[in-house]
DNA sequence: ACATGTAATGCAACAATGTTGCAAATATAA
DNA sequence: TTATATTTGCAACATTGTTGCATTACATGT
């Protein structure tokens, strides 16, 4: 199992708190986190301003990417290793528990763009139901 | 042409001035519009509650949609008549100027949803350079 | 283990965006 | 033209994102 400590290693990031806080927080659960969720028992552990620029860190470095949903709402998760052609990046919201899932490698995009347009990166958000909320609510 | 008013009409909904502003806005361009893009010159012409509530109206009635980009920021096009299978909505947005364009029936999605899963609805945001910029940019 | 320079943090203050309740104004149908 | 339900503007507030700067913590040399 990777540690936090590498991940920052690797990226030649120092090892703080905050870095390795929200690191372990995402390498302990498999879905997307909002800035709340990862803060979770203890929102004043550090300054939310520290909070942000961290995230923002770790987005530039490459650790993590950020998710915009369709409600405005922002949630982060781990880059996995994985890459693809088009730099396609797919997630499911469900709209019901409000969780997100990476669909990495599990999902195929075309677009036929206008002439002389260039795509740097496609994000995917699939609004629908979990298959736990889907049966709850028939 | 069609009207403000006959696209209100069709909805049931009050011909109001901010409604028609919005709707007039959005029929003179082909482009995906911000709130300050649509307010324009006259940013004062509308309360800013009224500006809100007025485009959750619009949305709600399907009259337009809203699109969220990757940076939160959030602009708003009128609604095709168009309709697909999986209710795919895709834009375009150019990272340099900005512009924000439809990419109706021009786009392909597939995706492997874990089992039970259900879609409502599938949002692609292709970020890039448009024609104009790639060629500025080199 | 410790001193050092650099990088990260916390604080204060602020900007932008989104939301609510309520009284006044307005659109439509009779 | 009037009645009535809807929409609007205002005030106040909540949430989220951002900047500058002094303080603190990290990692590297020794």
Same sequence: chains 1, 2.
């Avoid at 301003?49 to 915009?68: A, M, P, W």
């Avoid at 528990?97 to 740097?120: I, M, N, Q, W, Y």
């Avoid at 139901?129 to 709850?136: I, K, P, T, V």
């Amino acid at each position: 199992m990777i540690t936090a400590e590498q991940i920052l290693r690797k990226q030649d990031l120092r090892g703080t708190a905050c870095r390795k806080f929200i690191i372990n927080g995402l390498l302990n659960n498999d879905k997307a986190l909002s800035e709340n969720e990862l803060k979770g028992e203890s929102p004043e552990l550090f300054d939310r301003v520290t909070f942000y620029r961290t995230l923002i860190t770790l987005e530039e470095s490459g650790i993590i990417h950020k998710i915009v949903l369709n409600d405005n709402s922002v949630k982060y998760a781990l880059n996995s290793h994985h890459h693809n052609e088009n730099n396609l990046h797919s997630h499911f919201h469900c709209e019901e528990c409000d969780e997100v899932l990476c669909l990495e490698g599990k999902t195929r995009f075309e677009a036929e763009l206008p002439d002389k347009f260039v795509s740097h990166g496609v994000f995917v958000v699939i609004e629908g139901f979990c298959a736990d909320c889907a049966s709850h609510i028939k």
